[in-house]
């Protein structure tokens, strides 16, 4: 039995368990959102008027994508950081500011959501408190000023934790002068590269457009800029979202098959690309938006086109991984090997499972990126299904099966309910498979996502295979699936967490590649090189068409006036200047 | 047994998603399967599945992985 990640590194390990114990929170309030929303528009129960639904729809968002995915991330890269470098961050106090700054930010973000369930919201920066504004925050929708707050927190949170990391791994390389970086390290550090170039463009958003239009600081913006700039960090944030469970398919998933990783150069090369590619590409989410050029929508598509090399490349990576692992442990034949696999363990089935849906919602991105077919889709329930399949499932139950092979060695305690687990990860598949084949044959009818009411007046949809009846019950039943599959994996982290008088069995060991770092040339960690790479792209991705839409209609657009439209917060702005003039004076 | 319970419980979860995605392919080629249908051979497929899985191996007693 090898030490366990709590015992080796205490101070780290409990940075790591509030960051999950922040993710766990967000997913319990996101799944919940879910389950309401998949009954709400399917009509099936209802206890919400239809215009608190958007509130339900943004919290779903929010709490999901950004709360639970990014707080997850930055505990695990933690754990990644500290466990490959065998060495904590040079001050553990920065640690806790960036936590707690990604802590706040969430929580102010958070109840801006939920203030939207209130008859009357507080009113709070001179507006009232809600933010039924969706994930996407399109101008000329306006949340009350303290989400932007919350968010641009949470943002600067997650900055520092990429800088918390580089600077541990600066002082390792001091202590280890002319070693290569350690391979979850490299992930870690290209994964934040992309997240410090990819995000500029939600900064710049907030910070200078959005944020002081909200303060009535400025009267008015343009939102094809601030759409255009959210999506400059909206394709990135996708891989941000997936690059954790990249880094547990490259580095776990072998182990937990019984073998070790395939290549670890072909795994830096993937992270690379993904720094190289994943920014450059954000125009393929305006296909629809005028104001944009279609040369430069055909370059986004083309671009978006190469991101397929790196998923190519971790499929075979990684399946090629399992099978070594399978046949470690007696698997033989062409396809028998699959026998092999330890499909008892949750950690292991949860990520195989997930890794199927991955490759599955693939193929439904490449509709999505496909300028001309892209019009079916853009805007229907499609969407929604890609997403489900890809951050929902590759991303989610990726994270929920590691959290059974990495919770135990945070903890010291033994997992609780090995075979509910293994349930737990399997109902998520199939929950998921029906949720989103009704998402895909919905939405190839044009059924609309983002709203509360798919079903118009006096209008059949043209359902190819079945009725809209039978896509709503399907709809209905996967997310149902999916809302115990989560409340299944919740409670047995809860259990875990208490279950104080056992010993984890779990190995917490990884194994080297098969092919090492030593296999591949030095500069795969040139990370300066990438990075310049990676700006250049970025500046002939976007310097056009951002200059187009700012010749277009100028930086702050002409008379942009906020939805919903608040005249209190004028009044209260004034007051606040006419009072601050009075003390100075 | 014929396989494990951890492996029937993929092998019964992956008929379910063959089942709904293999509907829907197939209506693209004009078979169309009603919904009780389709759960009807769902029931059956599953049922297969149990009996295979739990009918003892010829000549051993012992379960296998």
């Known amino acids: 039995m090898t030490a366990l990640f709590i015992d080796e590194y205490p101070a780290e390990a409990r940075v790591v368990k509030a960051a999950f114990l922040s993710s766990f929170i967000a997913f319990g309030i996101g799944a919940l959102f879910g389950i309401i929303q998949a009954l709400h528009r399917t009509d099936i129960f209802r206890f919400l008027e239809s215009d608190k639904y958007y509130t339900v729809l943004t919290g779903h968002g929010v709490f999901l994508i950004i709360a639970f995915t990014i707080f997850f991330l930055v505990g695990l890269y933690q754990w990644a950081v500290t466990d490959s470098l065998e060495r904590g961050p040079v001050d553990i106090r920065f640690t806790w500011l960036w936590y707690g700054l990604m802590a706040i930010g969430s929580f102010l973000a958070g109840i801006s959501i939920l203030a939207g369930f209130l008859e009357q919201p507080p009113m709070v920066l001179g507006s009232e408190l809600r933010a039924n504004v969706l994930f996407t925050f399109y101008a000329p929708l306006q949340a009350n000023p303290l989400y932007y707050i919350g968010l641009a927190l949470f943002l600067v949170g997650t900055w520092l934790a990429g800088i918390d990391w580089f600077r541990t791994w600066w002082a390792w390389r001091d202590e280890n002068p002319g070693e290569r970086i350690p391979l979850r390290t490299f992930m870690v550090l290209t994964t934040m590269i992309m997240f410090f170039l990819g995000s500029i463009g939600v900064i710049v958003a907030v910070l200078v457009f959005i944020l002081p239009w909200s303060l009535e600081i400025t009267e008015s913006l343009n939102p094809l800029l601030t759409r255009t700039l959210f999506w400059f960090f909206g394709h990135m944030i996708v891989y941000f979202w997936l690059l954790p469970a990249y880094l547990l398919w490259y580095t776990v998933l072998p182990k937990l098959s019984g073998g070790r990783l395939f290549s670890d150069p072909l795994a830096r090369v993937v992270f690379i690309l993904f720094v190289l590619l994943s920014t450059p590409v954000g125009i393929h989410h305006q296909y629809m938006d005028p104001g944009i050029a279609e040369g430069f929508k055909f370059i986004a598509m083309t671009n978006t086109m190469f991101l397929l090399l790196p998923s190519f490349l971790t499929a075979f990576t990684v399946v090629a991984s399992m099978e070594h692992g399978a046949r470690q442990r007696g698997g033989k034949g062409r396809f028998n090997w699959l026998q092999a696999l330890p499909w008892r363990n949750p950690a292991f089935t949860g990520m195989a499972l997930a890794g199927l849906v991955f490759a599955f919602g693939g193929f439904t991105g490449i509709v999505n990126a496909g300028m001309n077919i892209n019009y079916l889709v853009h805007n229907a329930l499609w969407v929604p299904g890609h997403l489900h399949a890809q951050v929902g499932t590759a991303t989610a139950l990726t994270l929920m099966a590691g959290s059974y092979w990495l919770v135990p060695q945070l903890t010291g305690n033994r997992l609780v309910g090995r075979q509910v687990a293994l349930f737990q990860v399997v109902l998520w598949f199939v929950g998921i498979v029906f949720m989103t084949n009704s998402m895909f044959r919905a939405g190839l009818v044009g059924v609309p996502r983002r709203t509360a009411e798919p079903q118009y007046q006096g209008f059949e949809y043209d359902v190819a295979v079945g009725s809209m009846g039978e896509l709503n019950a399907q709809l209905a039943l996967g997310g149902t699936l999916l809302f115990i599959s989560a409340l299944l994996f919740l409670t047995l982290m809860l259990l875990t967490v208490f279950n104080n008088d056992s010993e984890p069995i779990v190995d917490g060991t990884l194994p080297p590649a098969l092919s090492g770092p030593e296999d591949s040339p030095p500069v795969l960690d040139n990370l300066r090189l990438w990075f310049g790479i990676a700006l250049v792209l970025v500046i002939l991705g976007y310097a056009l068409p951002l200059a187009g839409i700012v010749a277009q209609s100028g930086l702050f657009g002409q008379d942009i006036q906020p939805f919903p439209v608040s005249s209190e917060a004028v009044m209260y702005l004034e007051f606040g200047l006419d009072y601050v003039g009075a003390l100075i004076t | ?65």
Do not use: Q
């Open chain 2, 1 to 65: 047994m014929h396989t494990s319970p951890a492996k029937l419980l993929i092998l019964i979860a992956l008929s379910l998603v063959i089942l709904v995605e293999g509907r829907t392919v197939l209506a693209f080629f004009g078979i169309e399967i009603a919904p009780l249908e389709t759960a009807l051979i769902g029931v059956v497929i599953i049922a297969a599945l149990v009996i295979w899985a739990v009918r003892p191996l010829r000549g051993s007693p012992s379960e296998s992985e």
